[in-house]
């Protein structure tokens, strides 16, 4: 279950995050939008289950951001958080999956991400308001969506070269340029990790750009890539690991 967290106060943000790394359960946080139209752009471009959607934002109130992501072809289940929880009534009108009391807590977020979760694997999300049901996105992500200058900008996860962590944000590096995400090294390794290989504690490069190794003048090892200039570095314990695999793909046949 990919969930999407939406709220113009960073603090609160960071509150959810921060639940969400502490429940157990199959669900990862795809990313996080400051406003409404972000929060759109987000679920446009990449595969979103769920939105945990500020009821009361700038701009654009978090009702009409709900009435907005019903109209996509695959809309997400919702829900919606305001300092006094709204009625029954408001909720319904408001299409939301449910809604929760601001500061959200522990208890019932936990108990509102294991209904849906339970619902998407019976490969429908009801949400209150909407007739027919939600359908989840089948399969992962095709590409990786980020925040710049004010547009959203996208990368194909098959032009990734490697991904590196810097504090709370991860830098995806692609022939174009470079994303910053604000997800955890992880997270992409669970979800791509036949794809790509941790070569260090802060660092997955793409299997298929990875070429070699080489050792430094200091006896360290340095990845190297196709179609990037940049060496990293790879610590010792990675060091077996991508000497198996590059092992392993030598000898596998040619088609």
């Known amino acids: 279950m990919r969930i999407l967290v ?3 106060d960073s603090s609160a943000r960071d509150q959810l995050r921060h639940l969400l790394a502490e429940f157990d359960g199959d669900h990862a946080l795809a990313g996080e939008a400051a406003d409404g139209w972000e929060a759109i752009s987000c679920c446009r471009s990449q ?15 978090g009702t009409e951001v709900v ?15 305001a300092a006094d929880e709204p009625s029954t009534s408001a909720v319904t009108g408001s299409q939301g999956a449910a809604c929760l009391p601001k500061p959200v807590q522990r208890e019932r977020l936990e108990e509102e991400l294991a209904r849906i979760s339970r619902q998407l694997n019976q490969s429908a999300v009801p949400v209150v308001g909407v007739e027919s049901p939600v359908a989840p996105y089948p399969g992962r992500r095709r590409q990786i969506s980020a925040r710049y200058r004010g547009q959203v900008c996208t990368a194909p ?16 590096r692609h022939p174009g340029g470079e994303l910053l995400v ?23 490069v793409a299997r ?5 190794l080489e050792k430094t003048g200091q006896g360290h090892f340095q990845a190297r890539l196709s179609d990037c200039d940049e060496r990293l570095p790879v610590s010792r314990r990675h060091v077996a690991k991508v000497r198996r695999w590059l092992r392993e793909r030598t ?3 040619s088609e």
């Open 6 to 8: 939406v709220d113009d």
């Open 47 to 61: 595969p979103i289950d769920l939105v945990l959607l500020d009821a009361r934002m700038p701009g654009m109130s």
């Open 67 to 81: 009435r907005r992501l019903a109209q996509l072809d695959a809309p997400p289940a919702v829900i919606l958080m």
């Open 157 to 172: 996860v098959r032009d990734i070269l490697f991904l590196r962590a810097d504090q709370k944000y991860v830098a995806i």
């Open 182 to 204: 604000d997800e955890s090294l992880r997270t992409f390794e669970q979800e791509f990790g036949d794809l790509f290989v941790r070569i260090h504690r802060n660092a997955l």
């Open 208 to 212: 298929a750009r990875l070429v070699g």
């Open 251 to 253: 000898l596998e046949p």
